[in-house]
């Protein structure tokens, strides 16, 4: 039998996830909770840091900052 006489359902439009895209309601706490987690995604995406890099790496990264940041203090109370 046909369709004729019964509503046809709407497909949401998909992301680039394949999942449909909601977006909350503007100056709900889901929205900002929305907006920061974006935020941080593109905060880490310019210092290089992407979701899928290696926790080895990135770990890595920060201790090398870390001994750069006490070798310095260390420098400088020796200075003095």
């Known amino acids: ?3 004729s006489g019964q509503k046809r359902s709407r497909k949401a439009k998909k992301g680039h996830s ?14 900002e909770r929305y907006a920061i ?3 941080r995604g593109a905060v880490m995406d ?4 992407r979701r899928g890099t290696p926790p ?3 770990w890595g990264a920060v201790i090398i900052v870390v ?5 310095g203090i260390v420098t400088l109370i020796a200075l003095d």
Not at 46 to 49: E, L
Request: net charge positive; proline share 6%; aromatic share 0%.
């Open 18 to 31: 394949g999942k449909p895209q909601h977006m909350p309601k503007v100056g709900t706490k889901t929205e």
């Open 37 to 39: 987690r974006h935020e």
């Open 56 to 58: 080895i790496l990135m």
């Open 1 to 3: 039998m046909g369709s």
């Open 46 to 49: 310019n210092m290089g840091v």
């Open 67 to 71: 001994l750069i940041v006490v070798g």
